[in-house]
């Protein structure tokens, strides 16, 4: 690996001082931040223009019963001879607000949001852009498509948040009572507060694979080593599933599975990257 990022730099094989200084490099990565900020406000922007959209049909489309999950585990529940037995009825819950900047606070907090999710691409481009002097050739030939890959992830894992963890946690928290004497009366600010960590966690929690691999390249973890180390990730999954979703059961298994999955995913990704090596290896000596 050259190491032109952190003051050096590797040319026809000598290590030479890098032209560019420690302050030459804060002032890089200040215009990296600086155009990152930038998309995140270009997105806000974007959102604040349909942000009445946003709020009712986005932000608070999970606890809406004719919310598009709602419906189509009705339409299931009716092909395979259910009945409306699958169909989720009114959500009986109401949302308050009891703060005086409660309403502005979820204003700026969803543009904020929305904005992050719609720049993220170009968000993490400035980030691999301030990385990528520091590669060799040969080590931007192995990653090329990381931005489309990260990026994909992470709109998977905050759609699978927001389409599955989000409506199954709110019908469940919405539903459950310990007595019918008590009526369930959200605020606004738990209600985004409970939404953000499971929707923007979860887009997180996906880079699993990605982490993993990059972790393999550079030889901290190996395919032998998380796979016989697969029980405590396990249990670690299960903590991680805890603390992003709700206390009930099913939005725990919810998360906990693909998560497994996933995991599965980064051991297979680590002893390609065993392999890869090896061969290299390989050709090297022959």
């Not at 396990?234 to 059961?249: E, F, Y």
Request: charged share 20%; with cysteine.
């Amino acid at each position: 690996m050259a190491f032109s990022l952190f003051g050096w730099k590797k040319k026809e094989g000598i290590e030479e001082k890098a032209e560019m200084s420690f302050i030459d490099h804060l002032e890089v990565l200040r215009k990296h931040l600086f155009r990152s900020v930038l998309f995140i406000v270009l997105g806000m922007i974007v959102a604040a223009i349909y942000n009445q959209f946003i709020v009712d049909k986005i932000v608070l489309g999970p606890i809406h019963e004719d919310f598009v999950t709602f419906k189509k585990i009705c339409e299931w529940g009716r092909q395979i001879g259910l009945g409306d037995k699958m169909c989720i009825g009114k959500i009986g819950v109401t949302m308050q607000n009891v703060d005086t900047t409660g309403q502005v606070s979820l204003f700026f907090t969803s543009m904020f949001v929305t904005g992050f999710i719609l720049a993220f691409p170009l968000v993490f481009r400035e980030f691999w852009k301030f990385v990528r002097p520091a590669l060799t050739k040969n080590e931007l030939r192995k990653t090329r498509g990381v931005i489309f890959w990260v990026s994909f992830l992470f709109f998977t894992g905050v759609l699978f948040g927001y389409f599955i963890l989000m409506p199954f946690s709110m019908n469940f928290l919405a539903t459950f009572t310990m007595s019918d004497s008590i009526q369930n009366i959200w605020t606004i600010k738990s209600y985004i507060n409970t939404m953000m960590p499971l929707v923007l966690g979860s887009g997180l929690a996906f880079q699993m694979p990605l982490v993993m691999f990059f972790l393999a390249k550079i030889g901290i973890v190996t395919g032998s080593f998380l796979r016989k180390n697969r029980r405590y990730a396990v249990v670690a999954i299960l903590i991680v599933a805890a603390i992003i979703t709700p206390p009930d059961v099913i939005s725990q298994i919810v998360v906990t599975v693909p998560l497994w999955l996933l995991y599965e995913i980064s051991i297979g990704l680590a002893f390609r990257v065993e392999k890869e090596k090896a061969r290299e290896e390989k050709e090297e000596w022959s």
